[in-house]
Nanobody, 115 residues
C-alpha cells in the first residue's frame, strides 16, 4: 500500500520561502513520477511541478523561476522548494505519485502567504 505524507507547510510572509517534503512508503521510488499539485480556495486543482524518475522537471508558468522540485531516491522523498512566495500561492499543496499505471495522493499541506 503506497502512502504519501507531506510536511513543511505553514504561514509565511510575501517574499518568504518554504520547503515542502513528501515521503513515500510502499512504492518503488526509483521508477515513479512525482508531482506537486495545489488547490487554492475556490479554484480547481492545478499541477505545480513534476519530476520524472531520471530527474527531468517541468513547472507551471506561474511558479517558474521561483519553485524547485527535487527528489532523493535513497530517502524516498520529493521536495518542493518555494521562494519569493506570493499571496496567490496560498493553497493546499498535494504530493502525487504515478507508478505502474496507478496514481496516489497525499493528504495535503496548507501553505498560506500573508502579511
Amino acid at each position: 500500500q503506497v502512502q504519501l505524507v507531506e510536511s513543511g507547510g505553514g504561514l509565511v510572509q510575501p517574499g518568504g520561502s518554504l520547503r515542502l517534503s513528501c515521503v513515500a512508503s510502499g512504492s518503488i521510488f526509483g521508477i515513479n513520477v512525482m508531482s506537486w499539485y495545489r488547490r487554492a480556495p475556490g479554484k480547481e486543482r492545478e499541477l505545480v511541478a513534476i519530476i520524472t524518475s531520471d530527474g527531468s522537471t517541468n513547472y507551471a508558468d506561474s511558479v517558474k523561476g521561483r519553485f524547485t522540485i527535487s527528489r532523493d531516491n535513497a530517502q524516498n522523498t520529493v521536495y518542493l522548494r518555494m521562494n519569493s512566495l506570493k499571496p496567490e500561492d496560498t493553497a493546499v499543496y498535494y504530493c502525487n505519485e504515478q507508478q505502474l499505471g496507478s496514481s496516489y495522493w497525499g493528504q495535503g499541506t496548507q501553505v498560506t502567504v500573508s502579511s
